[in-house]
């Protein structure tokens, strides 16, 4: 066999034949020791010959001992060259398959150190770069962009010159759940222009910056069409007229936590003159962080007037229920029945007890009924009533008698104003806090009032505004010993007198006028049984259930 290298020409059988002569297997064995005990030695001379020639004999072999050694170290290292030749052509394949190969051996380590973490950075399976797409760098750019839409929005819309909402706010009372307040700038009209000129210049006008209150923002509302939540019954409470003082308590817990204004009008007087006679009962009330509502029967003029003042959070909180869904003059219920069914904190009647043509009836901002026929001489159906109009935020407007109007006319009324539900009795006897009640039977054109018998002593019913979502109603029932009897003048001037009213509006009195709390009739309602009704208005509690 014949093995060639670049620095070697080897054959193999010569180097073996060659081991196998100079090394005979039969010399492997140990040649035997002499005895020299009791024998005769030979001559000097003859063993000194025989040892010199087994010493050159034993040099010539160790000669060869060296000599072979060197050559199977030659073979032994040209096997090893060879191995590691293969090795290498194997890593170089690898080298070319595997571009992170890494050949260690002749990169500093360094180097190494820094292409594997180069490698580590670029790799494909970085959970922030898949299929070459460099999501890090999206990210980067992303985050550049909005912080620079943030710097340009802030350079054009913070007024540096504005004072801070949070230094206005008043403190929270503990007895219940903070509510929450911000600020709000009023300008007054004759000054508009200067303050336009002031915001162009980013620089608050004197009057602006001086006129600036805390407004009552509500935690909750109620979705139109969604049942109203339960009243909690720990929040019902009852006074007897005798500490009619502890009710203030109440409303100044009410003020605590900005459900009522510092400065608003209450009509609650505990130093009123309250009925303790036939028909008595405890002043009753109900409050949470949303509503505030107080009953009490008071003597005016020697009548028992009912009076239920509520104050509510939200103006979706004033709410009015039609029977059944459907206004008809057979579809019809009690009045206590309604109340439970809709989870009112207070329900008051509404207009007519029974269903009719006239007037308009607007449900669920929906215009259901608009009669356009003639009611009588220049009247129609749908105009010889004053109409009151309840918006989404719980403020009345009016449409007056003998206004005209046509339906679609209505419609974008409706819409423009934000009509939620509609009230058509009247008439309207108190507007902007001054007494517009004028049908004077002496006038020239005097044509009487369509409902209510106004000219005639009669039990009467009502309700108004005193405030933004702060309203009155008042119910005067015949009794027995105090026979409340009064023309819808004397309603419209006593009421009046009260000085509380921002408008007043007169509902059906008489037996249908009613009033409910906590699921029970307050007010003494005339031949002592209640009468059917289409529909009502009630009062509701924002807080959800349960909490």
């Given at each position: 066999m014949y093995m060639e290298n670049n620095n070697y020409n080897i054959n193999i059988d010569d180097i073996m034949s060659e081991f196998s002569t100079t090394f005979p297997q039969s010399s492997q064995e140990k040649p035997k020791q002499q005895s020299v005990s009791g024998r005769e030695v030979k001559s000097s001379?003859?063993?000194?010959?025989?040892?010199?020639?087994?010493?050159?004999?034993?040099?010539?072999?160790?000669?060869?001992?060296?000599?072979?050694?060197?050559?199977?170290?030659?073979?032994?290292?040209?096997?090893?060259?060879?191995?590691?030749?293969?090795?290498?052509?194997?890593?170089?394949?690898v080298k070319e398959k595997n571009s992170d190969y890494i050949d260690t051996r002749a990169v500093p380590e360094k180097k190494v150190r820094e292409k594997r973490r180069t490698d580590n950075t670029d790799n494909d399976r970085s959970p922030m770069k898949t299929r070459g797409v460099d999501y890090k760098r999206i990210l980067s750019v992303v985050f550049s962009l909005g912080l620079i839409i943030c710097l340009v929005w802030g350079l054009f819309n913070i007024n540096p010159y504005k004072s801070s909402s949070s230094s206005s706010q008043k403190p929270v009372a503990t007895p219940v759940a903070a509510a929450v307040q911000t600020?709000?700038?009023?300008?007054?009209?004759?000054?508009?222009?200067?303050?336009?000129?002031?915001?162009?210049?980013?620089?608050?006008?004197?009057?602006?910056?001086?006129?600036?209150?805390?407004?009552?923002?509500?935690?909750?509302?109620?979705?139109?069409?969604?049942?109203?939540?339960k009243p909690n019954s720990s929040c019902y409470g009852q006074v007897s007229v005798n500490d009619a003082s502890k009710v203030l308590e109440v409303i100044q817990q009410a003020r605590d936590i900005g459900l009522l204004k510092e400065d608003e009008t209450i009509a609650f007087n505990p130093s009123a003159q309250f009925n303790t006679g036939s028909y008595y009962q405890d002043i009753m009330y109900y409050f949470d962080e949303t509503i505030l509502t107080i009953c009490w029967k008071e003597i005016i003029e020697g009548s028992t007037v009912t009076f239920c003042e509520t104050k509510i959070a939200d103006g979706s909180q004033i709410r009015m229920e039609v029977y059944g869904d459907i206004y008809d003059e057979n579809d019809n219920s009690y009045l206590q029945q309604m109340a439970l069914a809709n989870n009112s904190v207070v329900a008051m009647n509404s207009d007519k007890c029974k269903a009719r043509g006239d007037g308009i009836l607007v449900y669920e901002r929906t215009l259901y009924k608009y009669n356009e026929n003639t009611y009588a001489g220049a009247l129609k159906r749908y105009n010889c009533l004053d109409n009151c109009l309840v918006k989404g935020n719980g403020d009345f407007i009016f449409t007056k008698r003998l206004?005209?109007?046509?339906?679609?006319?209505?419609?974008?009324?409706?819409?423009?104003?934000?009509?939620?539900?509609?009230?058509?009795?009247?008439?309207?006897?108190?507007?902007?806090?001054?007494?517009?009640?004028?049908?004077n039977p002496g006038d020239d054109n005097y044509i009487e009032y369509a409902f209510g018998e106004t000219e005639k002593p009669y039990s009467r019913?009502?309700?108004?505004?005193?405030?933004?979502?702060?309203?009155?109603?008042?119910?005067?029932?015949?009794?027995?010993?105090?026979?409340?009897?009064?023309?819808?003048?004397?309603?419209?001037?006593?009421?009046?007198?009260?000085?509380?009213?921002?408008?007043?509006?007169?509902?059906?009195?008489?037996?249908?006028?009613?009033?409910?709390?906590?699921?029970?009739?307050?007010?003494?309602?005339?031949?002592?049984?209640?009468?059917?009704?289409?529909?009502?208005?009630?009062?509701?509690?924002?807080?959800?259930?349960?909490?």
């Open positions: 001379n003859a063993a000194y010959s025989e040892n010199k020639a087994k010493n050159a004999a034993s040099s010539s072999k160790r000669a060869s001992d060296s000599e072979l050694s060197k050559m199977w170290d030659e073979v032994s290292s040209y096997e090893r060259r060879k191995k590691t030749e293969q090795k290498t052509m194997r890593q170089g394949t600020t709000q700038t009023t300008v007054p009209a004759d000054t508009a222009a200067q303050n336009e000129t002031a915001e162009s210049s980013d620089v608050p006008s004197d009057e602006e910056a001086s006129v600036e209150e805390v407004v009552y923002t509500p935690k909750y509302t109620l979705a139109e069409g969604q049942m109203a939540p206004e005209e109007m046509t339906t679609d006319e209505m419609n974008q009324f409706i819409a423009d104003n934000d009509v939620i539900f509609s009230i058509s009795f009247g008439p309207l006897l108190i507007e902007n806090g001054e007494m517009v009640y004028g049908y019913c009502g309700m108004g505004q005193i405030d933004e979502r702060h309203y009155l109603y008042c119910s005067l029932n015949h009794s027995d010993e105090q026979e409340a009897r009064w023309t819808m003048r004397d309603f419209a001037n006593h009421m009046y007198a009260k000085g509380v009213f921002k408008n007043f509006y007169a509902l059906d009195g008489g037996q249908t006028a009613e009033l409910v709390i906590n699921d029970t009739i307050y007010n003494h309602i005339d031949y002592g049984a209640e009468r059917y009704t289409s529909n009502c208005i009630y009062f509701a509690t924002a807080i959800p259930d349960g909490g």
